[in-house]
């Protein structure tokens, strides 16, 4: 499950880090250095709520679903599906209207499920893939020992800037 919330932790982590380098240049235009890390605390902090978040729906289903689907080869079969749905996601704010269409979604949501089937199958069925994507897997934890307790500093931040 640790390697999951470390899949999770470095795609949601990265991603909110990559937004707020990207208005960072904006940001010292329009604040004090004090707001912009205020800022960037709020980002942090609903980062990690969204990633316990998604893992622990992940671990809902795997306990409500068949051990086959989800349980057994968790780490990796929740990781593809962060996987699988974070690009979609991306797709999905490049091409996508204000009013998007049912079937639209529909569509994205097949894509992102076939990406997931595909990725799951491999590894389930070449050894040498799931030696390397388990590997990957270990080798990203360490981002959750930078990222996590990250964004639990950043949650205290948030607390107390709303309580005081």
Excluded: C
């Amino acid at each position: 499950m640790f390697l999951a919330l470390s899949m999770a932790a470095f795609l949601v982590f990265t991603w909110s880090m990559q937004a707020l380098f990207f208005s960072f240049p904006a940001f010292l235009l329009s604040y004090a250095v004090g707001e912009i890390l205020v800022i960037a605390a709020y980002m942090l902090a609903f980062a990690l709520l969204e990633t316990l978040l998604v893992t622990l729906a992940l671990v809902v289903l795997a306990v409500i679903l068949p051990g086959a689907l989800l349980k057994e080869g968790f780490s990796y079969k929740a990781s593809f599906f962060f996987i699988a749905f974070g690009a979609i996601s991306i797709h999905m704010q490049s091409v996508m209207t204000n009013q998007p269409k049912t079937d639209f979604l529909l569509m994205e949501l097949g894509r992102a499920l076939a990406l997931w089937l595909i990725l799951v199958l491999l590894v389930r069925y070449v050894g040498l893939a799931r030696k390397i994507v388990m590997d990957i897997l270990d080798r990203l934890t360490i981002f959750s020992y930078i990222y996590l307790p990250l964004g639990m500093i950043s949650l205290l931040v948030v607390a107390f800037r709303l309580l005081w």
